[in-house]
């Protein structure tokens, strides 16, 4: 194991954080913040309780959620594909590197860069609405699984796009309504009872729904289920990575 | 003397179908000044690609100081800096963290202390703290020689080092590549400059269409293949070359006023003081003649666009 180079790489993609720290962290919680405030204050305050949280209590873990993919897989997919782009992969190609080392670097980077968010995001809610957080030791559990889960596909993205448009396409057209339609701003009980079906083939409805049970214990689906979920998304990112340094797939011709 | 890279019968083809490599051997030497001479889409960066595992070979294999470069990668790697052809670095580090960078990714603990030696040896010690995307095209050729330099390699490739530098950097490049021979380092270079090549390298490869037309030590390579002119500057001009010298590979120059005769260095029988008999026979009067022999860039104009020539190793 090549602990130097894992180093070089994170400080290398942290100090890139702390660079562009407006884009990759003060805009993401200026967003969701203009969430908490419409959503939250503004129309919260005249929609009823459900399952007896708050509406802007209710809707906290799915906006953290909501960013925390967002920008697990802008930053990783972006850390991967800017030396793509830019010609300066051929540095980590003749490194004395393996797949580990890489990925623990780039996406050890986005997923702290995302755990700082999501925390940020947390304590800028409390400005807005009070919170309680039923099972700390669970919510910080998801919240660094599902930050490490969508770094890794966001690498992935990173790895497999080959233009600026392939590596926007999937986080706008497929993440953004997944993650809408993923019960952030609702509970799926008050679906109508064939969409309370369909949506639980969406597999962010088990990240939000897992998330939010460690805030306040209610959940649409089993959260023994939402664990399962995400550590097999993430089992699948794994194998995918390995696969495709194993393979040189886009990287080595 | 043992080799520090050998390369076994290395192919290589590319998805689109493009055969690059067919059947590459070649023995680098330790501590040896290497030249690849070929021309564009000869090869010639497929093959280091390969070597620094950038590419990966259809067939064959390639060892880094006994170490497979497949199979061991790590080894063979950690032992190889590249400088690419491309000026390929990243815009916003500062040269500092992009030298720092490197030695990490090469699996070395700090050392500001060589960075900075390295950093003065290409005079960049005063640019340390600039942004990469601030510093001109030839201070970014001296950026990717410092990060290649950064894990302190035991070969380095350099892919066409020159192209587009002047001369100032040029002259700062070979004092270095020299100085890095002096402790030891091997140094593998392609070049379009072929003057570069017959000032630096101790042996030359000349690649062309993927395969190595030959490989030989650049004195022998020179003193094989050169051709000897013989110019003899004429008392009155000439208007062709008379007809009784036809059979003679004579030309006319300067409009007539000189008469150059090539001839075969390595011949026997030159054939000199029978043309200079028979000029006299003719009456041709000459007021001064001189030889010299061809560059190393006729030889390879030779090998790569006049047919292939057998040269028996």
């Not at chain 1, 873990?61 to 993919?69: A, F, R």
């Amino acid at each position: 194991m090549n602990l130097h180079a894992i180093r070089a790489i994170y400080r290398f993609e942290m100090a890139r954080t702390f660079r562009t720290i407006t884009q990759s962290i003060a805009s993401p919680v200026l967003s969701t913040s203009l969430y908490f405030v419409v959503f939250g204050s503004a129309i919260g305050s005249r929609m009823g309780e459900i399952d007896g949280v708050s509406y802007g209590a209710f809707i906290i873990p799915g906006l953290i959620m909501l960013s925390l993919l967002n920008e697990s897989i802008s930053n990783a997919s972006f850390g991967i594909y800017m030396p793509k782009w830019a010609g300066t992969i051929f540095e980590l190609l003749s490194a004395p590197v393996s797949f580990v080392e890489v990925v623990l670097g780039y996406v050890g980077a986005a997923a702290t860069k995302s755990v700082m968010l999501g925390v940020l995001i947390l304590v800028t809610a409390r400005l807005f609405v009070p919170y309680e957080i039923a099972h700390p030791f669970w919510m910080l559990a998801f919240l660094v699984l599902t930050a490490v889960t969508f770094s890794l596909f966001g690498f992935i993205i990173g790895l497999w796009a080959d233009d600026f448009q392939k590596l926007q396409v999937i986080p706008l057209m497929v993440v953004t309504p997944l993650t809408f339609l993923g019960g952030a701003f609702y509970s799926i009980q008050m679906l109508p009872p064939v969409w309370q079906k369909l949506t639980l083939f969406n597999p962010v409805v088990y990240l939000v729904s897992g998330f939010r049970w460690s805030f306040y214990g209610i959940s649409d689906v089993d959260v023994r289920i939402s664990v399962l979920a995400i550590i097999g998304f993430l089992v699948a990112c794994l194998v995918a990575v390995w696969w495709i340094f194993r393979t040189g797939y886009k990287l080595r011709s | 003397m043992s080799s520090i890279i050998s390369v076994r019968q290395l192919d290589k083809t590319y998805r689109s179908g493009f055969r690059a490599l067919r059947g590459i051997d070649l023995e680098i030497r330790r501590g040896e000044i290497f030249a690849l001479l070929g021309p564009n889409g000869a090869g010639k960066t497929t093959l280091i690609s390969i070597i620094c595992g950038i590419v990966n070979a259809s067939a064959g294999s390639v060892e880094v100081d006994g170490h497979d470069i497949a199979r061991d990668y790590r080894k063979a790697r950690s032992l190889i800096g590249l400088v690419p052809q491309e000026l390929s670095t990243d815009a916003f580090e500062t040269v500092w963290a992009t030298l720092r960078f490197s030695r990490g990714l090469f699996g070395k603990p700090p050392d500001p202390a060589h960075l900075e030696r390295v950093l003065r040896d290409l005079s960049l010690w005063d640019k340390k703290d600039s942004k990469i995307m601030t510093l001109s095209g030839g201070m970014k050729r001296r950026v990717l020689i410092a990060k290649a330099l950064a894990h302190e390699p035991r070969v380095l490739f350099l892919d066409e080092p020159t192209a587009g530098v002047d001369v100032e950097l040029r002259h700062d490049m070979w004092r270095m590549v020299r100085r890095l021979r002096d402790d030891g380092a091997t140094i593998i270079l392609t070049t379009h400059y072929i003057e570069e090549a017959e000032e630096m390298a101790d042996r030359i490869g000349v690649i062309d269409k993927g395969e190595l037309v030959v490989v030989e030590d650049k004195h022998v390579l020179m003193r094989k293949l050169g051709r000897k002119q013989l110019t003899l500057t004429l008392q009155s001009p000439l208007s062709g070359v008379p007809s009784a010298l036809a059979d003679l590979p004579l030309e006319l120059a300067q409009g007539g006023h000189s008469l150059v005769y090539t001839f075969d260095a390595q011949a026997q029988e030159t054939g000199i003081a029978a043309l200079l008999r028979r000029l006299g026979e003719l009456g041709i009067e000459y007021r001064d003649l001189n030889t010299s022999e061809s560059s190393l860039e006729d030889i390879f104009v030779g090998l790569v666009h006049g047919g292939r020539r057998e040269v028996a190793a």
